[in-house]
């Protein structure tokens, strides 16, 4: 089920212009991923006049993935994805299985909308996976096509199986003088590279802030039973201890380790979890998202 | 964290704080013009020419810089402070609005007086007033040297043992003042907040009303949370008007829902907290005198929680 995608857009650029192109990829299949995660995972390489040019994103929650669990429907990862980039000669690389592409016209009044191919038919991407309707139908997300990876070993030896996917397209893709460049970079990039680990993948909280999620918590007061790394004051001994969550396997010992369902868990504990002797907690969506990115990021450390 | 919290010192919500701010700022700016006026004589002290040198060195420069100088200023201010701030300690008439407010280790005992100064509300941690006139606080401590402080209706007054200190505040506006215990009192010290909360005349005259009538009142059956209250023992310190719970030794319970904080201005008071609170204080403010309470399951704690939700 799960396929590799490889897919190629090409444009027309007419000079001077820098029209965008959103690029729909409408993802349904990743599983404990969300989509502006995948858009971080997506490498590409597109040409502009000559010269290679980063991708740009821009992720957009189109539509939640709704995932169902103990009966609660759960906020969920966003699941629909959005980049605009700079639409010419473009190819990318997607690790993961995905439902369709849609291309859209440019938004800007002016652009003349360029010629957009979508290869749908060499990346065998519409015909091998489930249509839109069907990959919304909620029966079909409550079993998740590929299963929650659990554990850090699990995610280093997919990132790695990841990478190598990578390399090899992208030696098959990249002009020569670029490995010139990238030469020239590979001391820097080594130095920095030493520096910190990447951030777990599964982990990845789009659009929710760390700082505000530890201000939200120092807000509502989660330290009267929790010791929470980098909160000074108080230090709870009531629930457990949230340092190491990144590396926990489960929620309370029951819940998938999951960023929606960390999210929701704390947002409303007894929902999830009846006869649990945390509450429901005063904070809105956005509020629990970001106290969840705040507990991923010290948790890994 | 909370609204009113930390507050700021020099911005004033009242007339007393008002009189102690205008003061400051006169401190403030004298000390600045002294400041100058001594480095510049050190300057030339330094690298003056000689004849500056030797006229700053003499015997009148002494006798006018450093007596007659620091006499007349000094005089002047220490008359202008004191009428400025008279108002502070004039005598008090005997019908304002009257709170004693006791400094206990490390929490404050909160009783609303009426005109015959008698304790009719109890209350702790924090205190509701109205705007627009005084009110006199009798400030007295149960244990140690506290001191009551809130910044932006008044200076500070000391909680001593055996003595009543009489101090008043007034606050012009409706708003939430923060305050703290300024003077230390043992190692929770710097854990022991107070709020303020001044409101419209009506709407307190209708609050104190409502209270008044909740403390004549048996409340509604509070169920297996109220039993539970009174059977683990929370009942032996803490007192909810009304109730079997009468203890006197914790801040009294009867409106603990609507209080913005607990643990004494220390906490936000969600259920959350308030379970967090209950399991296990000390971890949270070590040595106060309420023990963890780590018998209670998690669904006796919940319950726990929920009937004190319910006390308003």
């Known amino acids: ?301 | 964290m909370f609204e009113g919290w930390p507050p700021p010192i020099l911005d004033p919500a009242g007339p007393y704080a008002g009189s102690i701010a205008t003061l400051s700022w006169i401190l403030f700016a004298m000390a600045a013009v002294v400041m100058i006026v001594v480095l510049g004589a050190l300057y030339l002290a330094l690298f003056g020419r000689r004849t500056i040198q030797s006229k700053l060195g003499g015997k009148t420069v002494i006798w006018l810089g450093g007596v007659a100088f620091p006499a007349v200023v000094l005089t002047i201010l220490l008359v202008y402070g004191l009428s400025l701030t008279r108002h502070l300690s004039s005598p008090v008439n005997g019908n304002e609005l009257r709170v004693r407010i006791t400094g206990e280790m490390w929490w404050w005992r909160v009783a609303y007086l009426d005109q015959r100064g008698r304790e009719v509300i109890q209350d702790a941690n924090e205190l509701h007033i109205p705007t627009g006139r005084p009110i006199v606080l009798e400030l007295e401590s149960a244990d140690v040297i506290h001191s009551f402080w809130v910044p932006r209706l008044s200076g500070k007054l000391d909680m001593i043992p055996g003595r009543r200190n009489l101090m008043r505040i007034q606050a012009d506006a409706p708003g939430i003042f923060g305050g703290q215990c300024a003077e230390f009192c043992g190692g929770a010290h710097a854990l022991m907040g107070f709020t303020v909360i001044a409101h419209e005349p009506a709407r307190f005259a209708r609050l104190i009303e409502a209270r008044r009538k909740r403390e004549r009142e048996a409340p509604a059956d509070g169920g297996t949370g109220a039993q539970l209250f009174e059977t683990a023992g929370c009942a032996a310190c803490h007192r909810i008007a009304g109730t079997g719970a009468n203890g006197l030794a914790g801040p009294d319970l009867t409106y603990v829902a609507t209080r913005r904080t607990l643990g004494a201005g220390i906490l936000p008071n969600n259920r959350g907290t308030m379970i967090g609170w209950i399991g296990n204080s000390q971890a949270i403010k070590l040595n106060n005198k309420m023990p963890p309470y780590t018998v209670l399951s998690a669904e006796q704690l919940t319950e726990l929680a929920v009937y004190l939700e319910s006390q308003k």
């Not at chain 1, 429907?73 to 592409?101: Q, Y």
């Not at chain 1, 990578?166 to 590979?186: I, N, Q």
């Not at chain 1, 989660?222 to 590396?247: E, F, M």
């Not at chain 1, 504990?269 to 991923?296: C, F, N």
């Open chain 1, 1 to 301: 089920m799960l396929a590799e995608v490889s897919g190629r857009l090409a444009c027309e650029g007419r000079i001077g212009r820098t029209d965008s192109l959103p690029l729909f990829a409408v993802t349904g299949g990743a599983g404990d991923k969300s989509a502006c995660g995948i858009a971080n995972m997506i490498e590409g390489v597109s040409q502009v006049r000559g010269r290679g040019a980063s991708l740009e994103r821009q992720c957009g929650i189109m539509e939640g993935h709704r995932f169902a669990l103990a009966g609660i429907e759960l906020a969920g990862n966003p699941a629909h994805l959005r980049m605009v980039s700079t639409a010419v000669g473009k190819s990318f690389h997607l690790p993961f299985e995905i439902s369709r592409i849609e291309s859209r016209q440019a938004r800007r009044a002016s652009a003349v909308s360029p010629a957009v191919e979508p290869m749908a038919d060499e990346a065998g991407v519409v015909r091998s996976c489930p249509g839109a309707a069907e990959r919304d139908d909620p029966a079909i997300l409550g079993e998740p096509v590929k299963r929650p990876r659990l554990g850090h070993g699990a995610a280093t030896e997919q990132r790695r199986a990841d990478k190598k996917d990578v390399d090899a397209h992208r030696s098959a893709t990249v002009k020569r003088g670029r490995m010139f460049r990238f030469l020239a970079l590979a001391p820097l990039l080594l130095v920095v590279g030493a520096c910190k680990p990447p951030p777990d993948q599964r982990y990845f909280m789009p659009m929710a802030s760390a700082a505000q999620g530890k201000a939200a918590i120092e807000r509502v007061g989660c330290g009267s039973c929790h010791t929470i790394q980098g909160i000074y004051w108080p230090q709870g001994k009531v629930g457990p201890k949230l340092d190491g969550l990144a590396n926990r396997a489960l929620i309370a010992g029951r819940l998938p380790n999951r960023p929606d369902v960390l999210a929701s868990y704390i947002r409303n504990a007894p929902a999830l979890l009846p006869g649990s002797s945390m509450p429901a907690m005063p904070v809105s969506e956005t509020e629990a998202r970001d106290i969840a990115a705040y507990l991923y990021q010290e948790g890994e450390h």
